[in-house]
């Protein structure tokens, strides 16, 4: 495993009521990400994150916000959850890009999601 | 945005076939990763390719980066029951933003592979 625990493992909640998700590390990678995964769609990037207090939206980030006040842990917002927001969580985290013969984006590697389940 | 064809959407074939599976996209990466899922895990990185023509192993799995960095596949030779699950291509292309830089994932929308003892 490459270190990575999100919690809660299962959510159920209803619409409209703040839910936070949140990603723990144990790699002291520098990036972060939140993917959900659905069917029909794949993985998609929700927002993430590049070093502490700084973040960005991905694709899908509408309704969505992300905190990130230490290395170690990424959180997710949904201020008030909608049915559409149904769907499995997943975060990642990847080491800093490679600067030297080899540039580009390490691989990221995966938690073992969060379903959400919101009525 | 970017899309990703991965084919076939599932497979069922008997144990010791070889398999083969491949991802095209309508643009370039400069980064090709195949992942694995199992039922209620998340994806495991199962090989990853930097750089366009490379041929890359991992045991029975055989993963090429196409030429025209487009494309990439992935082999299975030999299948056993544990390769049951759902196969994902990536493609990933490095942006750099206000000195950041990072790599935006584009998924496929996967294979499931069954694989009959």
């Known amino acids: 495993d490459a270190g990575i625990t999100q919690s809660p493992r299962h959510k159920v909640t209803e619409t409209g009521t703040p839910v936070t998700l949140r990603c723990h590390q144990t790699e002291n990678h520098r990036y972060m990400y939140w993917y959900r995964q659905d069917p029909g769609h794949g993985l998609r990037l929700i927002h993430y994150s590049y070093g502490v207090k700084d973040t960005d939206k991905g694709e899908v980030s509408d309704g969505y916000s992300v905190s990130r006040s230490k290395t170690e842990d990424f959180l997710l917002t949904l201020e008030s959850a909608t049915s559409s927001q149904t769907s499995v969580y997943f975060c990642a985290i990847s080491e800093a890009p490679w600067t030297g013969r080899r540039r580009g984006n390490q691989p990221q590697h995966f938690g073992d999601g969060t379903r959400l389940s919101i009525l | 945005g970017q899309q990703l064809n991965q084919s076939p959407q599932s497979m069922f074939i008997q144990e010791g076939e070889d398999v083969s599976m491949n991802c095209t996209s309508s643009s370039i990466f400069n980064t090709w990763l195949w992942y694995k899922q199992d039922p209620g895990e998340g994806p495991v990185l199962l090989i990853a390719?930097?750089?366009?023509?490379e041929l890359t192993s991992n045991g029975r799995l055989t993963a090429q980066f196409g030429i025209t960095r487009k494309d990439s596949f992935l082999n299975i030779s030999a299948s056993i029951p544990s390769d049951v699950g759902i196969y994902f291509c990536a493609g990933q292309f490095s942006l750099n933003a206000g000195g950041t830089s990072y790599g935006k994932l584009t998924f496929g929308q996967g294979t499931i592979l069954t694989v009959h003892p």
């Open positions: 390719l930097y750089k366009a023509g």
